[in-house]
């Protein structure tokens, strides 16, 4: 499973989270397999402002993602995931991408509830 947090740095695990999933500078992808964190990757993210909401979905989408953890995001993005068969879960405390992925690995993570999609 690959999982996918956005965050404002190329600093994998340790990374401080995006508090906008469009405009996060870099995506920390975790490779799970059977519970375990075996891979940790740094992804570039694309220009919100020169390719769009729809350009960062799509970039977010060829990175081959099962999953995505967002402190949230509006209603376009989550049905483009959604649609593509990636699960979106919504978690909205934790600053750190590492701290983030060991609350989803021990299911202290929840889905996003479409209706907490922003508005915006």
Known sequence: MR???PVETDQGLDAPRSGHFGHAAYFTIATVENGEVTAVESVKNVEHDECGCGGVIQHALDQNIDAIIATGMGMP???RFTAGGVAVYAERVTPIAGDVLKKFLAGEVEPMDPNA???H
């Open 3 to 5: 999982i996918a947090i």
């Open 77 to 79: 993005p989550y049905s």
């Open 117 to 119: 999609a922003c508005r």
